[in-house]
């Protein structure tokens, strides 16, 4: 985890060493509905929350990028 000021905003990056997110995924992650866990009873609703409650609550933003080691979500506010 990294925390840093740029340009006068906090940011906030969280990185783990999992490989990276599948393009394919990680282009409807924060969607409603959108799940990588089939048949398992998710409503996929977790992320799609998270970024609606970043955005509108708090003037912010999230997004998630593949590092050299694997993903990495980047908060910023």
Excluded: C, H, P
């Amino acid at each position: 985890m990294k925390l840093a000021t740029e340009n006068g905003q906090s940011v906030i990056s969280i990185r783990d060493n999992g490989g990276g997110i599948d393009d394919k995924v990680k282009d409807n992650l924060f969607e409603l509905y959108s799940s990588t866990k089939m048949n398992l009873n998710n409503t996929g609703i977790g992320l799609y929350m998270t970024k609606i409650l970043i955005e509108n609550n708090i003037k912010g933003t999230i997004e998630v990028i593949n590092n050299q080691e694997g993903a990495e979500f980047i908060l910023t506010f």
